[in-house]
């Protein structure tokens, strides 16, 4: 094991993974600007805990400020990384990272800042823009509430403008995600208007993603890339459209530039033990000349199970996303994920959410109060046998060739998590990918191994 996965396996050491991210400690979200501690203005709610003073600073009137900070340490240790066939198979590396913000809230402005600085040490063969980007802007923003001048409203509707830089996390992460699993996460720059009307939030937004690079206060606005689009939500039920564009877009052999419509619908909620979430979004438009005909439909079925020992929870996934079917037309038939979220499949995912079809049963239980553990199984095959294998962010690793073979191979995963303090949380999981048929047929095929180990503290 390279040194620093020994480092940080003995830091975390008690520690492990749970049924959900092991950023989710209750309260706490991954973008940190749509947490809710004006009720601290109350001493009622107030529950003496030592952060607190941090998270309402009265600064007179209704005005205050909010203050947070995460601090991270992951190591991730890889065995035949990419089945044996990458630059470097066999990696060991520490990522490093603080994030710190402030958020100002004076009347009907607000203005939000969360600097980050994210190092990693023993990368092979070198660091990349999402290793690490130094001391750089995660986000900085400036919102203003429109309307009564106290409570923000037309009508009944609360509007807000936000402009500047931000991280965005639409439903389950599927095509707009905050990256928040690399040591990097992912923002844009642009506009968002946000009006809520009766128990709908309306979302339109004009951005472009933020390209990290690897050195201070170098991350700069895409020159290539464009998001636009409205995003609705109400209780049960996400209906959105997104638009994209890429200058530079690569699939496989061909290059040229992408423009795509994505039009989605998520269905999600609970009903006694149960609990689902369904969602199905079709894409069309322009590449390289050609016409794009994409989808992509993606299933979760869960049963809770209270009164049993340990509390288990298990959950079948289901997700089939669309390949190109004839690469010599001039019809583009892969599903682009534009940009999801970090860990798509579990902690390992040498696969992407493109040209693929997966099987991922998972039961998750409470192992006492603030232990959990999950066990999962994943099965992946291609869509399309005249299609490769991408990864999360997009790139062939693996093209069709002459292989008729789908299946591309299965996959275990074990996580285990202590929550140590409400601040504090070590986690850890461990993770092996056979490959099947396809991988085999194209090129190295051993089977993939990874540790990772984490100690997150955040308030």
Partial sequence: MHKWSLVLALAAAPAAAQDREAWQPPTLTTTRYDETWSTLADPAPR???WTERFKYIPLGDEDYLTTGVEVRLRNEAYRAKQWGGGDAP?????????????????????GFVQPIAAYAAGVAPSAGPIDQTRFDLLQGFVDVRLGDAETGSFDGAGVTVRAGRQMLSFGTERLVGTRYGPNVPLAFDGVRALATIGGATVTLLAL???????GTLDDRTSRTKSLWGVYVTQPGLDLYYLGYRNTAARFGTRTGRERRHSIGARTFGTAADWHWNVEGVAQFGRFAGGAIAAWTLGTELGRR?????????????VNIVSGDSHPGDDRLGTFNALFPKGKYFGELS?????NIVSVNPRV??????????????????????????????GTLVRAAGTSRARFIGKEAEATLAWQATPELELSASLSAFAPGRFIRDTGRARTIAMLGTEANFRF
């Fill in 47 to 49: 529950t003496g805990r």
């Fill in 90 to 110: 066999d990696d060991g590396y520490l990522w490093m990272r603080t994030m710190p913000y402030a958020d100002l809230h004076v009347g009907r402005v607000r």
């Fill in 208 to 214: 472009r993603p933020v390209q990290p690079g690897l």
């Fill in 305 to 317: 199970f209270p009164t049993a020992r340990l509390a288990p929870d298990a959950v079948v996934r």
């Fill in 350 to 354: 040498p696969v992407g959410p493109y």
């Fill in 364 to 393: 998750a239980a409470a192992l006492g109060k603030t232990v959990s553990a999950s066990l999962s199984a994943m099965a992946y095959w291609r869509y399309s046998r005249s299609d490769g294998v991408y990864d999360i962010p």
